[in-house]
C-alpha cells in the first residue's frame, strides 16, 4: 500500500523524467485545490520552466482574483501570470440567456485568451537561454473526472459541458502540439487535499469547496451583467463568510448564492422597493452526482437573510434551494 508521502516524490520524479532538464510547461489554475496542488507539484520538479496561467473572465468571487495571486505567487512560489479577460468575457457574454450558450461563450473565450498568452510565453522562453520550448500542458484532472467525460462521451449530450475537462486540451493540443500532463489522474478529491497537505498548501483552500469552471455565471439566472454580478458576489461572500464563521463550511460539498431572473416587491424603511431575489444553496454530496440540501439551523439561516437583504443594494429577498439532486443540480444552470 502507498503513503502519500511517496507519492509527492515520485509525482515530481515522474514529471522530471518526463520534462527532461530544458522544456517548458504552461497549465491554467483557478485557486482551487485540484489546479493549485498540480501548479505546486510542478513547481518543486522544475520551478520556473512551470508557467501558471489564471485568467480573470469576471465571473469569479469578490476578491477572488487577488487572493489568488497572493497564494500561489507570494505563497507557493508559483511563476504566475494573471490575464484580466473581465471586459471582454462580460461583453460577450453580453444579453446572453440560455445556459449552454453561457458555457460555451466562457469556454471559447478562455480557450482564445490562453492560447493567446501561451503563445506569448513560447516566444519569451525561445529567448532564454537555458531553457527549452514549451511542449507541455499540465492539467489537474482528476479520476472522477475521466469517468465523467467517459460516460459523457458516451451516453448524453444533454449532460453540461464541463469546460475543465473536454473542450480545452482538445483545441490547445491541436493548435499547439503541446502534449498532456495530468499527474492526479488516478486519484480521488480527499487524495488531492491530502496531497495538498503535504505540500504546504494551507487548510482553507485545501478544503475549498469545488468552484465551477463558468463561475457565477451559471449561479445567476438568466443575463449576466456587471450590476447582477456584483450583487451575486456581495450576498455570496456574505453567505461563505458566515458559514465559515458558524464552523460549518466542511460539512457542506458546496454553499452560494445565486440569482434569479425575476423580482419582488419588499419593504424598506418606509418604502415598498422591487428588487433582486437571492437563491442560496448549501448541500452536502459524496460524489456530487446526487445531492442534499444542508439541514441549515433556521435561526442562523434567517440571521444570513437578514444581512444580505441589508446589506446588498438592490436585493429584496432571499430563498434557500431545497431541491435535492435528483431532481435538481448543485448549480443552477
Ligand atoms: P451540477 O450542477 O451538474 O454540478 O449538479 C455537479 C458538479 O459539477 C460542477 N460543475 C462544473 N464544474 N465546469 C466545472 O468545472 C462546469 O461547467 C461545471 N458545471 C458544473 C458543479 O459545481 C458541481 O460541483
Not at 212 to 220: S, W
Not at 310 to 326: A, F, H, L, M, Q
Request: proline residues 4%.
Amino acid at each position: 500500500h502507498w503513503k502519500m508521502s511517496d507519492f509527492v516524490e515520485q509525482a515530481i520524479t515522474r514529471i522530471r523524467n518526463i520534462v527532461g532538464d530544458k522544456a517548458q510547461v504552461i497549465g491554467a489554475v483557478s485557486g482551487g485545490v485540484d489546479s493549485t496542488v498540480v501548479a505546486r507539484l510542478f513547481t518543486l520538479a522544475i520551478g520556473d520552466r512551470f508557467h501558471a496561467v489564471l485568467v480573470d473572465n469576471g465571473v469569479m468571487r469578490l476578491n477572488e482574483c487577488q487572493e489568488v495571486q497572493n497564494m500561489l505567487q507570494e505563497h507557493l512560489g508559483i511563476n504566475l501570470t494573471i490575464i484580466d479577460g473581465a471586459k471582454l468575457f462580460l461583453d460577450r457574454l453580453k444579453g446572453v440567456t440560455e445556459p449552454e450558450t453561457k458555457r460555451k461563450i466562457i469556454g471559447g473565450t478562455f480557450i482564445d485568451l490562453f492560447e493567446e498568452e501561451a503563445i506569448k510565453i513560447e516566444k519569451a522562453a525561445e529567448n532564454t537561454p537555458n531553457a527549452g520550448k514549451v511542449e507541455y500542458f499540465a492539467q489537474g484532472t482528476l479520476y472522477p473526472d475521466v469517468i465523467e467525460s467517459l460516460s459523457f462521451n458516451q451516453f448524453s449530450a444533454t449532460i453540461k459541458t464541463h469546460h475543465n475537462v473536454g473542450g480545452l486540451p482538445a483545441r490547445m493540443m491541436n493548435g499547439q502540439g503541446l502534449k498532456l500532463i495530468e499527474p492526479l489522474r488516478e486519484l480521488f478529491k480527499d487524495e488531492v487535499r491530502a496531497f495538498g497537505k503535504q505540500l504546504g498548501i494551507p487548510e482553507n483552500l485545501n478544503m475549498r469547496h469545488p468552484f465551477p469552471g463558468p463561475g457565477i455565471a451559471i449561479r445567476i439566472i438568466g443575463e449576466v451583467t456587471p450590476e447582477r454580478v456584483a450583487i451575486v458576489r456581495k450576498a455570496d461572500h456574505i453567505f461563505i463568510s458566515m458559514i465559515r464563521e458558524a464552523g460549518i463550511y466542511n460539512e457542506m460539498a458546496q454553499a452560494y448564492a445565486g440569482l434569479d431572473t425575476n423580482r419582488a416587491v419588499g419593504v424598506q424603511g418606509d418604502a415598498r422597493v422591487y428588487g433582486y431575489i437571492i437563491i442560496l444553496r448549501a448541500v452536502t454530496s459524496v460524489n456530487f452526482m446526487t445531492a442534499e440540501p444542508y439541514a441549515f439551523d433556521f435561526e442562523l439561516l434567517k440571521h444570513i437573510s437578514r444581512r444580505i437583504v441589508n446589506e446588498v443594494d438592490g436585493v429584496s429577498r432571499v430563498t434557500y434551494d431545497i431541491t435535492s439532486k435528483p431532481p435538481g443540480t448543485i448549480e443552477l444552470e
